[in-house]
């Protein structure tokens, strides 16, 4: 069994900054064997990838990040972060982690950011 646990989200103006932490819990789980992506659901819309990192610390962005986020891992704490800049209204949304090929029965309850002046 496999537990995400997010945090970190909160209220940011438009153009500011949140750091996002992902926490995996497993027993026996060899995490740096496994990919790990952030996500984001907004009201009304369906749940779409913002970023991935395979265990071997490759990056993949979904298009609309243009090089505002960075998603980065340590291995030994068994944690994912997602660092974003530039913040717009629109980016609002509840954000969540899971492996990079998601796993229905391991969505957390994910951490809302609110995009908001």
């Known amino acids: 069994q496999v537990q995400f646990v997010e945090s970190g989200g909160g209220l940011v103006q438009p153009g500011g900054s949140l750091r996002l932490s992902c926490a995996a819990s497993?027993?026996?789980?060899?995490?740096?064997?496994?990919?790990i992506g952030w996500y984001r659901q907004a009201p009304g819309k369906e749940r779409e990838l913002v970023a991935v990192?395979?265990?071997?610390?490759?990056?993949n962005y979904g298009d609309f990040v243009k090089g505002r986020f960075t998603i980065s891992r340590d291995n030994a704490k068994k944690t994912v972060s997602l660092q974003m800049y530039s913040l717009k209204p629109e980016e609002t949304a509840v954000y969540y982690c899971?492996?990079?090929?998601?796993?229905?029965?391991?969505w957390g309850q994910g951490t809302q950011v609110l995009v908001s002046s």
């Open positions: 899971n492996f990079g090929i998601p796993i229905r029965e391991y």
């Open positions: 497993a027993s026996g789980m060899i995490f740096s064997a496994y990919g």
């Open positions: 990192i395979s265990g071997s610390g490759i990056t």
